[in-house]
């Protein structure tokens, strides 16, 4: 591993304290298996048609809206 010069420890802040001596690996490992992520990967031609991911959620919302509406209306008729 190459030293570190003095100019690289300079410019880091006093505050800053990478300690890793206390950290564990895998603390939130089964937290995430139990309740799952909720991180959703949009293709690019998809994501460039939203501006955020309140977009996104409106956008989905009112699909779920209109399913809901369909999904009324087919099943009151489909007794043929």
């Known amino acids: 591993m190459k030293p570190k010069n003095k ?6 802040r006093p505050e ?3 300690d890793y ?3 564990e690996r895998g603390k939130h490992y089964q937290t ?3 309740q799952g992520s909720n991180v959703v990967v949009l293709e690019p ?3 460039k048609a ?4 309140a977009a996104v959620n409106d956008a989905l919302r009112s699909l ?3 399913s809901k509406v369909t999904r ?9």
């Open 7 to 12: 100019t690289e420890i300079d410019e880091m």
């Open 16 to 18: 800053y304290d990478f």
């Open 21 to 23: 001596t206390k950290a």
């Open 32 to 34: 995430l298996l139990k």
């Open 45 to 47: 031609d998809v994501a």
């Open 50 to 53: 939203f501006r955020n991911s």
């Open 64 to 66: 779920l809206e209109v």
């Open 72 to 80: 009324r209306l087919t099943g009151r008729n489909g007794g043929r």
